[in-house]
Nanobody, 117 residues
């Protein structure tokens, strides 16, 4: 039911910034949580951050402060602002939806982020 479209990835130099966007096909105000998992080659998938229906946020793989997750309910869009990027941030980043606290049921196509020196 829920479709997600990501944009904003690409190549950036060490210390640079990128903003990822996730356009959601339904009202995001009705969804329990939207998150940004990532997966580097040969590594396990890990959750970067998630944002909840009421606007509360949780950061997992990257501490709060370097990355910021936010939402614009009028545009049905969730963002991930990434600052001071490091080589270990290189990964495929996904947008995912947990519609009712049951799990990550819907996924975007993934978008590549590459940090070069």
């Amino acid at each position: 039911q829920v479709q997600l479209v990501e944009s904003g990835g690409g190549l950036v130099q060490l210390g640079g910034s990128l903003t990822l966007s996730c356009l959601v096909s339904e009202s995001i105000s009705s969804l329990y949580a939207i998150g940004w998992p990532r997966q580097a080659p040969g590594e396990q998938r890990e959750l970067v951050a998630r944002i909840f229906r009421g606007g509360m946020t949780h950061y997992e793989a990257v501490p709060k402060g370097r990355f910021t997750i936010s939402r614009d309910d009028a545009r049905n869009t969730v963002y991930l602002q990434m600052n001071n990027l490091k080589p270990e941030d290189t990964a495929v980043y996904y947008c995912a939806v947990n519609p009712d606290a049951s799990g990550w049921e819907y996924w975007g196509q993934g978008i590549q982020v590459t940090v070069s020196s």
